[in-house]
């Protein structure tokens, strides 16, 4: 492969995008003035500019230029129910027509986490406790965690992000200098996917010195990878036999399964923490689990501290209890169905054209001691480690509803920037890593311009994606 084509195909992929973005290239410009590099969200910003929405509706947001484009983003899950939903709209101005900011108890909360406790009671939630956000979740629950135990040391997992405190990148595992703002316990690393080398680092630890582990059954920002059903009855052993707490990230997974994905596995968690859709799109965070745990925040009792000005406002409780009722069990049923077909059809698209064997599975497994978890990875097969040659140039992940577009090869970022601004000259919108969260507004007639324009995009980079593996199988 030649290492120049992709940044130059990006290049020029730039300079259209200015051509045609030049309303969006003036508001970000000039936020500058206020904001540090036009920004108050990382994840949102892109090259060389991001695009500036002024509204949306239903599956379909409207840029500042005057184009609109076909939202597979979903707002990163916290949009699963598209940009219009009218029976979010008429509780959240019903909640409002009566005051807001009680600065006391409401019945929402009330009826809001009985329906919460109900719905994912079978992923491990017996009481749960509302906060702000998913990150603001995970923060409590592993300094709670900390707190009871009087243990020090956490185990996660390469590729884990959960929350802008909490980010364990491979290169960070690998010893990176560069600045962390994660928070400063005593994090022990392990490769996701990965029992025997996991194992091997407990035991190297000492089992009785962890806390908590702290996993997510489906990565979302770490590329939509699936943990295996051995890996994760594997964790719940662990913790079982050690008395750590295992903390079950499902911010994004739960949208996965009715009762949230980890219950689907055939595991509960100890404590299990949400937000995105939860809130029905509020801002909205939860944690939640085990009986004798959430005890420990009855204030009556007065032994974990959990305040929060907004973990009660009107908002996100009247809105998530509508927001439950929609995205019911039909309904997540469905919009899977739609999330797994994608994925057939890609998987078909990039097996015709010789890039993708047809052997290969997205369980991907990491190990620590090697130089790229991207391009040296391994299987699990039927919990059995196997070695496998090298990933495809560009693959798709996920299960369900999350699905990532990636890419293995040495300058995957500018590939990924090259897709992204393919997508966007189709008048798609989907994050810069490719990742698609599909929503509730998204129809077929979407989902075929997705594929058309992913079927169009591996045409026209054919030669050089295949030129970086021969386009031969795996395995």
Request: with cysteine.
């Given at each position: 492969?030649?290492p ?7 290049a ?7 051509a045609r973005n030049?309303?969006s ?6 936020a500058?003035?206020?904001?540090p590099g ?10 060389p500019?991001?695009?500036?929405w ?6 379909t ?5 005057g ?5 597979l983003?979903?707002?990163?899950s ?13 509780a ?14 409401s019945?929402?909360e ?18 749960v ?13 592993l300094?709670?965690?900390v707190?009871v ?11 884990g992000y959960h929350?802008s ?35 091997s680092?407990?035991?190297k630890v ?10 997510e059954p489906?990565?979302?920002s770490?590329g ?11 964790i719940?052993?662990v913790?079982?036999d050690?008395g ?8 994004m997974?739960?949208r996965l399964g ?6 689907t596995?055939?595991?509960?968690g100890d ?5 995105k ?8 965070g ?13 204030p009556?009792k ?8 907004y ?7 009247s ?6 009722d ?5 309904e ?6 739609l ?8 998987q078909q ?5 010789g890039i993708?064997?047809?052997?290969f ?8 001691e090697?130089?790229?978890f991207?391009?040296d990875t ?14 495809p140039p560009?693959?798709?992940?996920g299960?369900?509803s ?17 897709y992204y ?10 994050a ?7 929503h ?10 997705y594929?058309s ?23």
């Amino acid at each position: 492969m030649d290492p120049a084509y992709a940044k130059n195909a990006l290049a020029r992929a730039h300079e259209q995008f200015k051509a045609r973005n030049m309303a969006s290239e003036k508001a970000h410009c000039d936020a500058h003035d206020h904001l540090p590099g036009g920004n108050t969200r990382t994840v949102l910003h892109a090259e060389p500019f991001p695009i500036t929405w002024t509204g949306g509706k239903d599956a379909t947001l409207v840029s500042i230029d005057g184009d609109v484009y076909t939202d597979l983003l979903g707002e990163f899950s916290a949009g699963i129910f598209g940009h219009s939903e009218a029976r979010i709209t008429n509780a959240v101005q019903k909640a409002m027509s009566g005051g807001w900011n009680f600065g006391g108890n409401s019945l929402l909360e009330k009826k809001f986490a009985a329906k919460v406790c109900e719905r994912f009671g079978p992923s491990g939630i017996e009481l749960v406790r509302f906060t702000n956000s998913g990150t603001e979740a995970n923060t409590t629950a592993l300094a709670a965690a900390v707190a009871v135990t009087s243990r020090r040391k956490i185990l996660v997992f390469s590729g884990g992000y959960h929350g802008s405190t909490l980010v364990f990148s491979m290169a960070l595992m690998k010893g990176s200098t560069a600045p962390s703002m994660n928070l400063p316990h005593e994090f022990v690393f392990a490769p996701y996917n990965n029992v025997p080398e996991t194992r091997s680092i407990i035991e190297k630890v000492g089992p009785s010195n962890f806390a908590a582990v702290l996993v997510e059954p489906i990565q979302g920002s770490g590329g939509c990878r699936p943990a295996t059903k051995n890996f994760l009855k594997y964790i719940r052993k662990v913790c079982d036999d050690t008395g750590a707490w295992m903390v079950v990230d499902e911010v994004m997974a739960s949208r996965l399964g009715t009762n949230g994905y980890v219950a689907t596995q055939g595991v509960k968690g100890d404590i299990v923490t949400l937000g995105k859709y939860v809130g029905g799109g509020m801002t909205f965070g939860a944690f939640g689990g085990r009986k004798d745990i959430m005890d420990r925040f009855d204030p009556s009792k007065g032994q974990l501290f959990h305040p929060g000005t907004y973990n009660n406002n009107v908002l996100s409780m009247s809105a998530g209890l509508v927001g439950l009722d929609i995205y019911n069990a039909a309904e997540v049923e469905r919009l899977n169905k739609l999330g797994e077909d994608v994925k057939k059809q890609v998987q078909q698209i990039l097996i015709d054209e010789g890039i993708y064997p047809s052997t290969f599975t997205d369980g991907l497994v990491d190990i620590v001691e090697i130089d790229s978890f991207e391009q040296d990875t391994s299987l699990e097969i039927d919990g059995t480690l196997r070695a496998q040659e090298k990933l495809p140039p560009m693959f798709i992940t996920g299960r369900g509803s999350m699905l990532n577009v990636r890419f293995s090869v040495p300058n995957s970022a500018d590939w990924q920037g090259l897709y992204y601004h393919h997508m966007l000259s189709k008048n798609i919108y989907v994050a810069v890593r490719g990742y698609t969260p599909l929503h509730l507004r998204v129809s077929r007639d979407h989902v075929r311009q997705y594929v058309s324009a992913i079927s169009e995009f591996i045409l026209l980079h054919k030669s050089q994606l295949c030129k970086s593996q021969l386009c031969k199988p795996l395995l």
